[in-house]
C-alpha cells in the first residue's frame, strides 16, 4: 500500500508540509497551476527555493501577498483573536474552494481541513462554525497552504498518511488579550483525541493548520512502519532552530498491507429504564461528539425486561471522554471498555458524473483490488435537490457511473 509518513520531530506547519512534499516531486509548475483555479491569482504569488536547516537541505514554500507585501514565514497568531473582528469567514472560505475548478478530492479534503478548524475556533470563542472569521488561518496565505497540501498529495497518488508522535513546544504565545501558554488553544482543540506531548523546547512547533492537515489525513500516530522506501522529502521551516532542524521529513513508499489497521475503543451498557426519546437524544449527542460510530440493539435483561444495548465506538484516547458523556446522558450506572482491532478498506472519494451533476462515490481498496464503490448519500441528496429529481434516482444513476 502506498504511505506517505511524515516526521514531525520538528513540528509541523502549512508551508512546511507543502514543501516536503514538493521535495519528494509533487510538480511545483503545475502547483501554481492548479492554484489559479482559486481566483486569487491577483492576491499572491509563490516562491520555491531549497534552504538548509542546521545541515539537512529542504524545499521552502512560501505565499507572499502582493497588497502587503507579506509572507507566511512567521508563527500563526490566531490563537486568541476575536474571531469576528475581521478576515474570511469558514463560509466564505468553503466557497472560494468549491466554485473553483479543482478536483472533488481536493475541494473536499480542502474545506474538512478547514471545518476541523472552525469547529476548534468556534468551541473555544462561543460561536457556531459557520460564524467564525478566521485571522492568520484564513488569510490568503493558509487558504493556499491547505489547498496546496491537498494538490501535491493528489499528485503523488494520494497516499496513506501515517505521522509519527507529536510534540508540542512550551511558554507561550501572543494573543488579542495577552499571553496564553503552549500549545495554542487552536491547536489543542483540532488534537483532541490525537496523542500530544511537550518538550522543554520554548517555541511553538505545531500551527494550527499543520494540526488540521495531520487531523484530517493522518489514519494513525507513533513510529514508522515498514515500509520499502521509495523517495525522501524535506520541506523547510522559516526558523533557524538550535537544537533540532526545523525541517518536516516526509518518507514515500509502499507497505506490504492490503488493509489499514487500527485500534479502536468500544463502549456498551445495558439499558433497562431508559425512555427512547431521551435514548435518541444521547445518541445524537455522542455522534455530535465525534464518537466514530452509535448503535442501538434490542435485548432482554433479567426479568424479561426489554431493554437497549447502547454501543459506542472512538479512538482510544477520547475512551473516557465518552463513558462519562454515557454516564451523564443515560441511566447508566456503568460501562464496558475493551479496545478492538480494527481491519478496514483503504478508502477514497472520486466524483463520477450522472445525469443529474457529479455525485461523490465512495471507494474501497484491499490492497491494489477494489472491492467496493458505493455513491454517498449526501452528495446524491444535494443533486437530487439540485436537479429537481428523487433521490432514488440519482442514487441508481450514481451506481451506474461507479460501475463504469
Known amino acids: 500500500m502506498r504511505t506517505l509518513f511524515l516526521d514531525c520531530f520538528s513540528g509541523i506547519g502549512g508551508d512546511m508540509a507543502v514543501g516536503a512534499l514538493c521535495d519528494l516531486g509533487a510538480d511545483q509548475k503545475a502547483l501554481a497551476s492548479e492554484l489559479e483555479k482559486l481566483g486569487l491569482g491577483g492576491e499572491f504569488h509563490l516562491h520555491f527555493s531549497r534552504q538548509i536547516r542546521c545541515g539537512i537541505e529542504g524545499v521552502k514554500f512560501d505565499v507572499h501577498l502582493r497588497e502587503h507585501s507579506h509572507s507566511h514565514g512567521h508563527p500563526h497568531h490566531d490563537h486568541g483573536d476575536e ?75 494520494a497516499p496513506r498518511v501515517i505521522a509519527s508522535a507529536l510534540v508540542e513546544g512550551t511558554g507561550t504565545i501572543h494573543c488579542a488579550h495577552g499571553h496564553f501558554p503552549l500549545p495554542a488553544p487552536a491547536t489543542l482543540e483540532i488534537l483532541a483525541g490525537i496523542p500530544l506531548g511537550q518538550i522543554e523546547e520554548p517555541m511553538e512547533f505545531i500551527t494550527p493548520t499543520g494540526a488540521a492537515l495531520l487531523a484530517e489525513f493522518a489514519v494513525s500516530f507513533g513510529p514508522m512502519p515498514a515500509l520499502a522506501v521509495e523517495r525522501i522529502g524535506y ?72 431493554a437497549f444495548r447502547l454501543t459506542v ?61 458505493a455513491p454517498e448519500f449526501e452528495s446524491c441528496r444535494r443533486a437530487a435537490e439540485a436537479a429537481g429529481a428523487s433521490v432514488r434516482e440519482v442514487y441508481l444513476a450514481a451506481q451506474v457511473a461507479a460501475k463504469a
Open 83 to 157: 474571531p469576528h473582528a475581521h478576515g474570511r469567514s469558514f463560509a466564505d472560505i468553503r466557497a472560494l474552494i468549491e466554485a473553483g475548478g479543482l478536483s472533488s478530492f481536493v475541494k473536499s479534503r480542502a474545506v474538512a481541513v478547514f471545518q476541523r478548524i472552525a469547529v476548534a475556533e468556534g468551541k473555544i470563542h462561543g460561536m457556531l462554525p459557520e460564524e467564525v472569521h478566521f485571522h492568520e488561518v484564513g488569510a490568503v496565505d493558509s487558504i493556499v497552504d491547505i489547498v496546496a497540501f491537498c494538490l501535491a498529495l493528489e499528485s503523488l497518488g
Open 235 to 306: 520541506g523547510a521551516g522559516t526558523r533557524d532552530t538550535p537544537h533540532r532542524p526545523n525541517v518536516l521529513r516526509a518518507v514515500l513508499g509502499e507497505t506490504s498491507e492490503d488493509a489499514e489497521s487500527d485500534t479502536v475503543t468500544e463502549i456498551e451498557s445495558n439499558l433497562d429504564d431508559l425512555s427512547p426519546e431521551l435514548l435518541a437524544a444521547a445518541t445524537a449527542k455522542l455522534l455530535d461528539a465525534g464518537a466514530l460510530d452509535v448503535f442501538v440493539a434490542p435485548i432482554h435483561m433479567k426479568k424479561n425486561r426489554p
Open 313 to 373: 465506538l472512538t479512538e482510544p484516547a477520547r475512551a473516557d471522554e465518552f463513558a462519562r458523556l454515557i454516564l451523564r446522558e443515560t441511566s447508566a450506572f456503568g460501562v464496558r471498555m475493551h479496545d478492538c482491532r480494527r481491519l478496514k478498506l483503504r478508502r477514497e472519494i472520486v466524483a463520477v458524473g450522472t445525469p443529474f451533476g457529479a455525485v461523490e462515490i465512495k471507494r474501497g481498496w484491499l490492497g491494489d483490488e477494489l472491492v467496493q464503490a
